[in-house]
């Protein structure tokens, strides 16, 4: 009878867990987690809901407050993990799989989030003026590249991200002197995005130019844009030294999450080998789990070396390095 019993109670576990369902708030694009969620599904029975956007999901969140009914908030950049923090819309997770499956640089020291991959901010060379260059963000700023650089704007928050990190290891004073050297030696105003970079290289508007690996990935992978990105050598910054700035996609359990346990597992799973192999072929983002390694074409840039600087530091010069860009005028 108590066999019959346990039995009984392990059949209702079970059924209530297949019929939860984790609700997501995602700046992440459909086409990259879609598959993963599937699997998800697929694995643990445990459904999901996604709302897609590409802003506006915090205030959302804080509107809803207890009555929100998201689990899990996925995003881009450190700077958006740590404005869920301060707004108070998140909480912590204690789990053994996401400790081991993520290394420390890349969790909140309060486990407030976790990241899921990593982007590199590269520096773009034209194959044909300039070939491979082995330099350091510091060289951008020195007088021989006059006139060489294109960037996006430096409000973005990738750019942010990296004056973030110039301030972490430089200081305020010496940031800024090297702001000031970069943008006299752009070839034009900040403007366009990253793929807009690797364009102007191609089309000889500037030798350099700042950008994220992905992206160059994604063009490699264009019939239409390929012919840019062929064009252009991808190279790591700052690897006799400290190594090249690194910034993170994350996620986080919400603050009034109605299913916690549901959407720790699918942290767990989203941190997990299979998922971590996804994140990689469908955006060629870095891996943040060791065990898995990137794509085959993202792979055949070669190894490098990236900064060791912990990513919730770079959240902590956030407002430092808006600061510093307004002061030196950048975009203007």
């Not at 006139?147 to 942010?160: E, F, P, Q, V, W």
């Not at 400290?242 to 993170?248: I, Y």
């Not at 990689?280 to 085959?296: G, R």
Request: charged residues 25%.
């Amino acid at each position: 009878m108590r066999q019959i019993f346990a039995l009984v109670a392990l059949l209702l576990s079970v059924t209530a867990q297949a019929a939860e369902t984790v609700t997501i708030y995602s700046y992440r694009q459909p086409f990259l987690i879609a598959p993963m969620l599937e699997k998800f599904t697929a694995e643990t029975g445990i459904e999901t809901e996604v709302v897609f956007a590409k802003k506006g999901l915090d205030e959302r969140l804080k509107r809803e407050g207890r009555l929100t009914p998201a689990d899990v908030m996925l995003t881009t950049d450190i700077s958006r993990l740590a404005n869920l923090v301060a707004m108070d819309l998140v909480q912590p997770v204690e789990s053994e799989i996401l400790t081991k499956n993520l290394p420390a640089q890349y969790r909140d020291p309060s486990n407030n989030w976790f990241a899921l991959t990593v982007r590199v901010r590269n520096v773009y060379s034209s194959k044909e003026r300039v070939g491979k260059a082995n330099l350091s963000y510091e060289d951008l700023a020195k007088p021989e590249f006059k006139g060489k650089i294109c960037t996006r704007s430096g409000k973005n928050a990738y750019n942010i991200a990296l004056v973030s990190s110039m301030i972490a290891h430089h200081g305020e004073t010496k940031t800024i002197e090297w702001l000031q050297g970069v943008k006299a030696n752009l070839a034009r105003k900040p403007q366009g995005n990253d793929r807009a970079q690797i364009k102007a290289i191609a089309e000889g508007v500037c030798d350099y130019a700042i950008g994220n690996s992905y992206y160059f990935g994604k063009m490699l992978s264009d019939e239409k844009q390929r012919p840019f990105a062929d064009q252009v050598e991808i190279n790591f910054p700052n690897q006799a030294d400290r190594g090249a700035h690194v910034n993170v996609s994350g996620a986080a359990l919400t603050k009034y999450s109605k299913h916690p346990e549901a959407a720790i597992k699918l942290l767990e799973f989203l941190s997990a080998p299979i998922a971590q192999q996804m994140y990689a072929e469908a955006n060629m983002e870095y891996p943040v789990n060791p065990m898995v390694k990137p794509s085959e074409l993202v792979s055949s840039w070669g190894s490098f070396k990236s900064d060791d600087l912990p990513v919730h530091r770079l959240a902590e010069y956030h407002q430092d390095a808006v600061k510093l860009l307004d002061k030196v005028k950048f975009d203007l």
